[in-house]
Nanobody, 119 residues
Framework: QVQLVESGGGLVQPGGSLRLSCAASGSISNIYAMGWYRQAPGKQRELVAGIFSGGKVNYADSVKGRFTISRDNAKNTLYLQMNSLKPEDTAVYYC?????????????WGQGTQVTVSS
């Protein structure tokens, strides 16, 4: 089992910044990748950014150049630095971790943290 706890959400004005954190605990040694997803009202959950165990990262086109995903292995913590925030970034942001056994993927999710971008 893996436990994920997010923090850092809140209300910010357009153009502002926030940093999300996700503290991981439990059986984390087998985690293959971690990432941030978001879900806006009435929309499907979407991948925002991901980071693999080897360090490779990927981003949704909508956040490239504005968001940065990183991790601190010593603290077992994942981060998402969000700059130049836009109203369309408003959503509940979820931390995700997964591992694979052969072709099966096992996902773990945090409880989510609300990010609201509004003036």
């Amino acid at each position: 089992q893996v436990q994920l706890v997010e923090s850092g959400g809140g209300l910010v004005q357009p153009g502002g910044s926030l940093r999300l954190s996700c503290a991981a605990s439990g059986s984390i040694s087998n985690i293959y990748a971690m990432g941030w997803y978001r879900q806006a009202p009435g929309k499907q959950r979407e991948l925002v950014a991901g980071i693999f165990s080897g360090g490779k990262v990927n981003y949704a086109d909508s956040v490239k150049g504005r968001f940065t995903i990183s991790r601190d292995n010593a603290k077992n913590t994942l981060y998402l630095q969000m700059n130049s925030l836009k109203p369309e970034d408003t959503a509940v942001y979820y931390c995700n971790a997964y591992y694979r056994v052969l072709s099966t993927r096992y996902d773990y999710w945090g409880q989510g943290t609300q990010v609201t971008v509004s003036s």
